[in-house]
C-alpha cells in the first residue's frame, strides 16, 4: 500500500537552484561592474567637457580684450563663437563703485564670457557644458574715441611695405603701425628681405595678414582676421590673431595667441608658447615652449614636436613627440593675451579756420595754368617770421615742391596733394621747425580713398609722394591726406604718416617722432594712456 519515495527523487531541483545561485552572483557583478564603467565615462566626460567649456571661456575674454583694442567705440553687442570654442562675452561698463554705468564715464569694465563644452558630457552631468569666467580691467572711454594720433603710421585702408624699409622711434620707444580695414601687403619685386628694425607694433583692427616671399616682419603683430604666413616669413615678437596658417620654414620668435585654429607645415617654428582653439603640426613643425589648446591638438606624421608642456582637450599622435607633460584636466592656465594698441576710426581734418586758428593764413597763388610750385611757396612766405598756414587748395593737382625751401617757422600747407622732391630745412642749424602738410578731408571728398583721389584730374584730390631727402635734420613733419601716402624709394621721413593708405617702397627709412595735429583737441594726444588698462582681476563663477 505505502510507495517507498528514492534518494533521487527526494534531491531532484537543487541543481536548478544551484544554478540560479550562480547567475544572481553573476548578475550582481555585471550590474556593478557596468555601473561603475557608467560611472567613469560620465566622469570622463563631464571632465572633457569642463576643460573645453572653461578654455572657451577663457578665449572669449581673450577675444573680447583684443575687440576693444582694436574696435569701434564702446562695443556692446555681444561676442559670439559659434565655432570650438564656443563663447558668448559680453561687456558691463563700471564706475569706481563698480555700479553699472554708460561706457562715456566708466573706469573700469567687466568681460563676462561663457564658454560652451564642444563634446557635451552625458545628460546627467549637463552643468558641466558651460563655464562662466569673468575678468575685470581698468578703462577709459576716450582710448576707443579718440584716434591714436601717437601712431607712426596710420593706413585706414590697407597698405603695402617693401623690403628693406626701416622704422625706428627718435626717442627709442616701440613706433606703431595701425590698419584700420583691409589686409596689408609686404610686397615682393626681388629676392631681398624685408626689414623694420627695430621692432615695432603691427595692428590691424579690421582684417587679417597674408604674408611670404622671405618677409622679415620684426613686429609685434595684431590682427582680428585670418593670418597666413609662407615661405620663410619671419616675425620677431609675437602674433595675435583670429587663426593662423604657416607654412614652409616660417619662423616666429615670440608667442602665438589665436582664439580659432593653429595649423603649422614644413619646418615650421615657434620659438614661444601658443595659445589656440586647436592646434595641428605637421612636417617637422616645433613649438618650443608650452602650449594650451582648447580643443584637439594633432602631431602628425611623426617628426613634429612640442619641446614644452601641452594643457589640450584631446591629442592624436604619439605622446612621446610631446617633450613636457601632457595635461587633459585643464588645471594649467594659459598666459594673458596681450591687449592691442587702440585703433579708431579714420577722423576728418578740414580746411576752416577755427582748426588753425594759432596760425597765421596767407594764400598761395598758382601759376597762371594752376599749378604750384617751390617758387609760389617761396614768394607767400616773404617777409613770414610767425606760425602761418598756407593755403594752397587753388593749385591744381596739389603742390610740388621741386627746389630747397628755408622754413622760417613752423608751417602749415594746405593742399590737393604733394609732390615732394626737394629739402626743406630750418633756416639756422639752432632752428627747430615742425611742417603740416595736409590735404584736408572736408575738400572733394565723399570717402577714404574712393574716386575722388585722382591725382590727374582738375579739381580732384590727389596721392602724395615723399621723394628722398626732404627734411633737414632739425625737421620734424606730418603728411595728413585721405587719399595715398607713399614713402619713396630710398626716401626718408622723420616724424608721421596718416593717409587713406600708406606705401612704404623699398630702401626707404621712417624715423617716428610725434607730431600730432595742431588746433584739433580731438585729434592731438595729451600723452596718457587710454582704453582697456590693465588687469585687475579674473576669476571663475563656477568656482565654491
Given at each position: 500500500?505505502?510507495?517507498?519515495?528514492?534518494?533521487?527523487?527526494?534531491?531532484?531541483?537543487?541543481?536548478?537552484?544551484?544554478?540560479?545561485?550562480?547567475?544572481?552572483?553573476?548578475?550582481?557583478?555585471?550590474?556593478?561592474?557596468?555601473?561603475?564603467?557608467?560611472?567613469?565615462?560620465?566622469?570622463?566626460?563631464?571632465?572633457?567637457?569642463?576643460?573645453?567649456?572653461?578654455?572657451?571661456?577663457?578665449?572669449?575674454?581673450?577675444?573680447?580684450?583684443?575687440?576693444?583694442?582694436?574696435?569701434?567705440?564702446?562695443?556692446?553687442?555681444?561676442?559670439?563663437?559659434?565655432?570650438?570654442?564656443?563663447?558668448?562675452?559680453?561687456?558691463?561698463?563700471?564706475?569706481?563703485?563698480?555700479?553699472?554705468?554708460?561706457?562715456?564715464?566708466?573706469?573700469?569694465?567687466?568681460?563676462?564670457?561663457?564658454?560652451?563644452?564642444?563634446?557635451?558630457?552625458?545628460?546627467?552631468?549637463?552643468?558641466?557644458?558651460?563655464?562662466?569666467?569673468?575678468?575685470?580691467?581698468?578703462?577709459?572711454?576716450?582710448?576707443?574715441?579718440?584716434?591714436?594720433?601717437?601712431?607712426?603710421?596710420?593706413?585706414?585702408?590697407?597698405?603695402?611695405?617693401?623690403?628693406?624699409?626701416?622704422?625706428?622711434?627718435?626717442?627709442?620707444?616701440?613706433?606703431?603701425?595701425?590698419?584700420?580695414?583691409?589686409?596689408?601687403?609686404?610686397?615682393?619685386?626681388?629676392?631681398?628681405?624685408?626689414?623694420?628694425?627695430?621692432?615695432?607694433?603691427?595692428?590691424?583692427?579690421?582684417?587679417?595678414?597674408?604674408?611670404?616671399?622671405?618677409?622679415?616682419?620684426?613686429?609685434?603683430?595684431?590682427?582680428?582676421?585670418?593670418?597666413?604666413?609662407?615661405?620663410?616669413?619671419?616675425?620677431?615678437?609675437?602674433?595675435?590673431?583670429?587663426?593662423?596658417?604657416?607654412?614652409?620654414?616660417?619662423?616666429?620668435?615670440?608667442?602665438?595667441?589665436?582664439?580659432?585654429?593653429?595649423?603649422?607645415?614644413?619646418?615650421?617654428?615657434?620659438?614661444?608658447?601658443?595659445?589656440?582653439?586647436?592646434?595641428?603640426?605637421?612636417?617637422?613643425?616645433?613649438?618650443?615652449?608650452?602650449?594650451?589648446?582648447?580643443?584637439?591638438?594633432?602631431?602628425?606624421?611623426?617628426?613634429?614636436?612640442?619641446?614644452?608642456?601641452?594643457?589640450?582637450?584631446?591629442?592624436?599622435?604619439?605622446?612621446?613627440?610631446?617633450?613636457?607633460?601632457?595635461?587633459?584636466?585643464?588645471?594649467?592656465?594659459?598666459?594673458?593675451?596681450?591687449?592691442?594698441?587702440?585703433?579708431?576710426?579714420?577722423?576728418?581734418?578740414?580746411?576752416?579756420?577755427?582748426?588753425?586758428?594759432?596760425?597765421?593764413?596767407?594764400?598761395?597763388?598758382?601759376?597762371?595754368?594752376?599749378?604750384?610750385?617751390?617758387?609760389?611757396?617761396?614768394?607767400?612766405?616773404?617777409?613770414?617770421?610767425?606760425?602761418?598756414?598756407?593755403?594752397?587748395?587753388?593749385?591744381?593737382?596739389?603742390?610740388?615742391?621741386?627746389?630747397?625751401?628755408?622754413?622760417?617757422?613752423?608751417l602749415v600747407i594746405l593742399a590737393k596733394g604733394f609732390d615732394?622732391?626737394?629739402?626743406?630745412?630750418?633756416?639756422?642749424?639752432?632752428?627747430?621747425?615742425?611742417?603740416?602738410?595736409?590735404?584736408?578731408?572736408?575738400?572733394?571728398?565723399?570717402?577714404?580713398?574712393?574716386?575722388?583721389?585722382?591725382?590727374?584730374?582738375?579739381?580732384?584730390?590727389?596721392?602724395?609722394?615723399?621723394?628722398?631727402?626732404?627734411?633737414?635734420?632739425?625737421?620734424?613733419?606730418?603728411?595728413?591726406?585721405?587719399?595715398?601716402?607713399?614713402?619713396?624709394?630710398?626716401?626718408?621721413?622723420?616724424?608721421?604718416?596718416?593717409?587713406?593708405?600708406?606705401?612704404?617702397?623699398?630702401?626707404?627709412?621712417?624715423?617716428?617722432?610725434?607730431?600730432?595735429?595742431?588746433?584739433?583737441?580731438?585729434f592731438a594726444s595729451d600723452g596718457n594712456d587710454t582704453g582697456?588698462?590693465?588687469?585687475?582681476?579674473?576669476?571663475?563663477?563656477?568656482?565654491?
Amino acid at each position: 500500500m505505502f510507495r517507498r519515495l528514492s534518494r533521487e527523487s527526494g534531491e531532484r531541483g537543487s541543481a536548478l537552484m544551484a544554478v540560479i545561485g550562480v547567475m544572481a552572483v553573476l548578475l550582481i557583478i555585471t550590474l556593478t561592474v557596468t555601473s561603475s564603467s557608467l560611472q567613469a565615462l560620465t566622469i570622463t566626460t563631464s571632465t572633457r567637457a569642463g576643460v573645453q567649456a572653461q578654455a572657451a571661456a577663457e578665449a572669449g575674454i581673450a577675444f573680447a580684450m583684443t575687440h576693444l583694442g582694436s574696435a569701434e567705440a564702446c562695443p556692446q553687442v555681444p561676442m559670439k563663437s559659434t565655432i570650438a570654442p564656443i563663447f558668448t562675452a559680453s561687456i558691463v561698463y563700471l564706475s569706481a563703485d563698480d555700479s553699472e554705468v554708460d561706457c562715456a564715464i566708466a573706469v573700469r569694465l567687466k568681460i563676462v564670457s561663457t564658454g560652451t563644452a564642444a563634446n557635451p558630457g552625458q545628460a546627467t552631468t549637463s552643468t558641466a557644458d558651460t563655464r562662466t569666467m569673468e575678468g575685470l580691467f581698468e578703462f577709459s572711454a576716450e582710448g576707443t574715441e579718440t584716434p591714436s594720433s601717437d601712431a607712426a603710421i596710420y593706413s585706414y585702408s590697407g597698405g603695402s611695405f617693401d623690403h628693406s624699409s626701416k622704422l625706428s622711434a627718435a626717442d627709442g620707444s616701440v613706433p606703431v603701425v595701425q590698419i584700420r580695414t583691409r589686409d596689408p601687403s609686404c610686397a615682393d619685386d626681388d629676392d631681398s628681405s624685408k626689414v623694420y628694425s627695430p621692432t615695432f607694433d603691427l595692428v590691424i583692427a579690421d582684417g587679417g595678414m597674408s604674408v611670404d616671399g622671405s618677409c622679415e616682419l620684426s613686429a609685434n603683430v595684431w590682427a582680428s582676421g585670418d593670418v597666413v604666413l609662407n615661405s620663410s616669413v619671419e616675425i620677431s615678437g609675437n602674433l595675435v590673431a583670429k587663426t593662423l596658417l604657416a607654412d614652409s620654414s616660417v619662423v616666429i620668435h615670440g608667442s602665438v595667441w589665436t582664439t580659432g585654429a593653429v595649423r603649422l607645415k614644413s619646418s615650421v617654428n615657434i620659438l614661444g608658447s601658443t595659445t589656440a582653439g586647436s592646434i595641428r603640426l605637421e612636417s617637422s613643425a616645433v613649438i618650443h615652449k608650452n602650449v594650451w589648446s582648447a580643443a584637439n591638438t594633432t602631431l602628425e606624421g611623426g617628426s613634429s614636436t612640442i619641446l614644452g608642456d601641452l594643457s589640450t582637450t584631446t591629442f592624436t599622435g604619439e605622446e612621446t613627440d610631446v617633450k613636457g607633460q601632457i595635461s587633459y584636466d585643464g588645471t594649467v592656465t594659459a598666459p594673458a593675451v596681450p591687449a592691442a594698441p587702440v585703433v579708431s576710426d579714420w577722423v576728418s581734418v578740414g580746411q576752416s579756420e577755427s582748426e588753425w586758428s594759432a596760425f597765421n593764413k596767407f594764400a598761395i597763388t598758382p601759376k597762371t595754368d594752376g599749378k604750384c610750385t617751390t617758387t609760389e611757396v617761396k614768394t607767400a612766405l616773404e617777409g613770414v617770421t610767425e606760425p602761418t598756414v598756407l593755403d594752397a587748395l587753388a593749385c591744381k593737382m596739389g603742390l610740388t615742391l621741386d627746389e630747397a625751401l628755408l622754413l622760417p617757422n613752423d608751417l602749415v600747407i594746405l593742399a590737393k596733394g604733394f609732390d615732394l622732391q626737394a629739402s626743406m630745412e630750418t633756416a639756422t642749424s639752432a632752428d627747430t621747425r615742425t611742417l603740416w602738410l595736409i590735404t584736408p578731408n572736408d575738400f572733394d571728398i565723399s570717402g577714404i580713398g574712393n574716386g575722388s583721389c585722382n591725382g590727374n584730374a582738375d579739381g580732384k584730390l590727389a596721392h602724395s609722394l615723399i621723394g628722398k631727402n626732404v627734411l633737414g635734420d632739425r625737421v620734424t613733419a606730418m603728411i595728413y591726406s585721405p587719399c595715398e601716402i607713399t614713402l619713396g624709394e630710398g626716401a626718408s621721413w622723420r616724424g608721421q604718416l596718416y593717409g587713406g593708405s600708406v606705401n612704404i617702397l623699398k630702401n626707404s627709412t621712417l624715423e617716428y617722432a610725434y607730431v600730432g595735429l595742431p588746433g584739433d583737441g580731438n585729434f592731438a594726444s595729451d600723452g596718457n594712456d587710454t582704453g582697456l588698462g590693465k588687469q585687475l582681476s579674473v576669476r571663475d563663477r563656477n568656482a565654491k
